[in-house]
């Protein structure tokens, strides 16, 4: 699951922010087991973790301050957030990112691009079965959004 969500607040001093996402369903294909899910939150990845569940079945997902911070988010601003099932489909965001980190030109830019960009930018590197064929897409993306530009016509 990929989508973007809106960061809510409870009311009152010392209140947390959180995000609520839609319930997780099994199928043949994907068995949902709370306790290995990894978040990626604006292409931050969280350590494997458990999500709370609330009474109508959506998942409560906690951001801490240290958090927002980092990502440069508050309640009422807008996330990406991307789910996986223990240590599948993270390695591209995973490398993407060190990449960026060292491009700091091109990090910045990354940061800059509206969430629906990161997040179209992130499933051309990933929708790839081949690893050569990231590694292309994910050079090219940091090449290019060192000198400002993006990788692909959005």
């Known amino acids: 699951m990929k989508e973007i969500f809106?960061?809510?607040?409870f009311p009152?001093?010392?209140s947390w922010t959180y995000a609520?996402?839609?319930?997780?369903?099994?199928?043949?294909?994907?068995?949902v087991m709370l306790s290995s899910v990894i978040v990626v939150i604006d292409t931050i990845?969280?350590?494997p973790g458990?999500?709370?569940?609330?009474?109508?079945?959506?998942?409560?997902?906690?951001v801490n301050a240290g958090l927002r911070k980092t990502i440069g988010k508050e309640a009422g601003d807008e996330v990406?957030?991307?789910?996986?099932?223990?240590?599948?489909?993270?390695?591209?965001?995973?490398?993407?990112?060190?990449?960026l980190a060292d491009e700091p030109n091109a990090l910045t830019n990354f940061k800059a691009?509206?969430?629906?960009?990161?997040?179209?930018l992130i499933e051309w590197i990933s929708e790839s079965k081949s690893e050569k064929v990231i590694v292309e897409r994910i050079a090219k993306s940091v090449t290019t959004l060192s000198s400002g530009g993006f990788p692909f016509k959005p």
């Open 50 to 62: 458990k999500l709370m569940k609330i009474k109508d079945g959506r998942l409560f997902l906690p």
């Open 6 to 9: 809106v960061l809510q607040r």
């Open 12 to 14: 009152g001093k010392g």
């Open 20 to 31: 609520l996402l839609p319930a997780l369903k099994s199928d043949s294909n994907l068995k």
């Open 80 to 99: 990406v957030i991307e789910l996986f099932i223990d240590g599948q489909g993270t390695d591209a965001v995973s490398t993407l990112m060190e990449c």
């Open 45 to 47: 990845e969280l350590p």
């Open 113 to 120: 691009l509206h969430p629906d960009l990161q997040k179209r």
